[in-house]
């Protein structure tokens, strides 16, 4: 049986014409297509994602990790100085800040910082002292610790650097700062750091660490590229020889990720093409299967223009779903092919045929893309709609190119091979049938509570061998590596937020928490610095007379002069100022406090709240009481990957 063709004529140039036209309104629809890898349109539900959210605001997420340290050859670390070391530390932590892509980076603290934190504490420091403080004020003002005092004073004034420290003793002659500057060490990550002339150094010396955080967010992928670029250029002219850099944070996943998606989309749309080509070309022996497998390519860039209108740019995984849209969108134009290949009619005969099977496949394809636009994941909605158009206008390209393609005729009528058993499953058996549904929804239904939503974020992520690597060396180094919790305090302004950041702090105290960063030690908040400055006024009241008259005593007997602490008198009789977070700010360790405070930014913002972050590290008893503590405190929320992970 030979085979006849349609002519072209007018009906089938346009055919081709509408289905080209098309092709190009979807082209200049596509021209600024973005891709987007940001790890936001992954996440799961809006309550995950406004989580880490706030951990964006608190700067979490956007902060680089960078440790400088002696290159390793053969496992073993080269020789390198500690100058070495810290001047390339100096140099990259400068180069970066000069980038301006950086809202703060913190290198290395200020020369005097101890100085200015003195001077910034001292007027308000009975404001920071609770009972815990005044215990230990007791024993530092009795007799006893009065003399041991002014002899540590004394030393101190004969010692070289006495000149210097003398305003600083006549201040403060017992000592009472130290006890607001130990609870600086709860301002401290939990890192493993020993400070060396202002550097981070690791206790070996081998490493220094440098914390810079992005202005731009580091889970999108293009500008994650872009720090990558600035973190080359930097190290190329700061590091010394023998020095490499390491960094550890979002930026290295976001990276991983993003280079991972391109490959798989480099990969594997190209060998699906090139598989569906070969198999249609054996099946069907003929040129027309390019044609056939042409179909969905030709409705792609229709299906990603219009997609781009509604969401301005496309994730990867979404346009990674092309490869399982290719097959659907396909199965059209095989209908449609085969409909008129075997029809031996006229083609509108055949076209009649099958045009109701092809409606009812788009419908309940289409329909089920239709429910997935309410995904609360932004990535599947992206893809539901990218798809429901990519269908559609596949079956509609198909109904146009197909009939213009296809041959009416075959040489041969194509042979259906009979296997005894499938009569076993045809409509002739339909009590069989229907057994086979039921034991299979059955089965199904027994099956369902077995499926658990996994919600650890790391499940997300496809770090490769370099990423696990540095991420490795980094706890060794430094230490950490602990599940960890952030409790985040919120307020409308900023008193509200400081008084509820404390109770966080008293809470975990109260829990036996051992490892955990936070500010509302030397930032409490009014009703805790009410209670503090109630708590200096009644010991004050008990012990004064007394202690006037054993310091005068002491005094005279170790040579001072009389008025020699007439600042440190006048200062217990003044009246003690508020604490101003804003001298903190703008202070020397300004970088340490706005790591863990955050101001409104702007009133035109929609979020005006003031946040403070406390960071714990945690097990599954702690977590449990932190959650329970985030039920019934307004403006406390905790964020962990452990409460994720358990669907929380």
């Known amino acids: 049986m030979t085979i006849t063709r349609q002519a072209p004529g007018r009906a089938a140039i346009l055919r081709w014409l509408v289905v080209l036209t098309a092709v190009v309104v979807g082209l200049f629809f596509s021209r600024d297509l973005r891709l987007s890898d940001d790890a936001f349109d992954l996440l799961p539900g809006e309550a995950v994602r406004g989580d880490l959210r706030m951990l964006q605001r608190m700067g979490l997420v956007d902060r680089l990790y960078i440790t400088v340290s002696a290159a390793h050859a053969d496992g073993i670390p080269v020789a390198v100085g500690k100058h070495a070391l810290q001047e390339s530390t100096r140099k990259l932590g400068e180069l970066l800040a000069a980038s301006g892509r950086f809202s703060y980076v913190l290198s290395r603290l200020p020369e005097g910082y101890e100085f ?113 670029k600035i973190l080359d250029e930097a190290s190329r002219k700061a590091l010394a020889d023998g020095v490499e850099l390491s960094v550890i944070g979002s930026l290295p996943h976001t990276l991983a990720n993003s280079r991972s998606i391109e490959a798989d989309l480099k990969m594997l749309l190209p060998i699906a093409t090139v598989l569906l080509v070969l198999v249609f070309i054996l099946a069907l022996r003929d040129i027309r299967a390019l044609a056939v497998v042409g179909v969905p390519y030709l409705a792609a860039p229709m299906a990603i223009g219009l997609t781009t209108l509604f969401h301005g740019k496309l994730s990867g995984l979404a346009l990674g779903f092309g490869i399982v849209l290719l097959g659907i969108a396909l199965d059209y134009s095989v209908h449609l092919y085969f409909a008129l290949r075997e029809h031996d009619g006229h083609p509108r005969e055949a076209m009649r045929k099958v045009v109701r099977p092809m409606l009812y496949a788009f419908v309940t394809t289409g329909s089920v893309f239709m429910v997935l636009l309410f995904s609360q994941v932004p990535s599947h909605r992206q893809m539901a709609l990218l798809a429901f158009f990519g269908i559609a206008f596949a079956a509609v390209f198909a109904w146009l190119v197909i009939p213009a393609i296809a041959p009416v005729r075959p040489r041969r ?214 959650l329970e503590f985030d039920e019934r405190e307004a403006g406390i929320t905790v964020l962990a990957n452990l409460k994720w992970r358990g669907g929380g």
């Open 413 to 626: 009528r194509l042979k259906v091979i009979q296997v005894n058993w499938v009569a076993f499953l045809t409509p002739r058996r339909p009590g069989l049938v229907v057994l086979c549904w039921l034991a299979l929804l059955v089965f199904g239904a027994l099956s369902w509570p077995q499926l658990h939503y996994n919600g650890d974020l790391r499940a997300l992520d496809v770090p490769d061998i370099r990423v696990k690597e540095d991420e490795r060396r980094f706890t060794a180094t430094w230490g950490g590596g602990e599940e960890q919790a952030f409790v985040l305090a919120t307020g409308a302004g900023l008193e509200e937020m400081l008084d509820r950041n404390y109770r966080v702090y008293r809470y975990l105290k109260a829990q036996g928490a051992e490892k955990f960063q936070s500010l509302a030690p030397l930032m409490p908040g009014p009703a805790a610095q009410a209670a503090n400055l109630e708590g200096w006024r009644q010991f004050w009241a008990t012990h004064r007379p007394d202690f006037d008259r054993h310091f005068a005593e002491a005094a005279a007997a170790r040579g001072f002069a009389d008025q020699a602490f007439a600042p440190f008198f006048a200062w217990l009789d003044a009246e003690p100022q508020a604490l101003s977070p804003e001298k903190f700010l703008g202070g020397p360790l300004q970088p340490l406090f706005s790591s863990m405070l955050k101001t409104p930014e702007g009133a035109n913002l929609a979020d005006d709240s003031y946040l403070a972050m406390t960071t714990v590290a945690i097990d599954d008893r702690l977590l449990e009481r932190l």
């Open 116 to 228: 200015s934190l003195f001077a910034s504490l001292q007027p308000s420091l009975p404001l920071l002292f609770d009972a815990g403080d005044l215990q230990a004020l007791e024993a530092m003002v009795s007799p006893e610790g009065i003399k041991s005092g002014l002899q540590k004073s004394f030393a101190l004034l004969n010692s070289p650097t006495g000149l210097a420290l003398k305003e600083q003793v006549q201040f403060d002659p017992l000592g009472l700062t130290t006890l607001a500057l130990t609870k600086l060490n709860l301002m401290r990550s939990e890192f493993s750091v020993r400070l060396d002339d202002g550097f981070f150094m690791s206790k070996d010396g081998l490493s220094c660490l440098l914390v810079a955080q992005s202005r731009g967010s580091l889970t999108d992928s293009s500008h994650a590229r872009e720090i990558e």
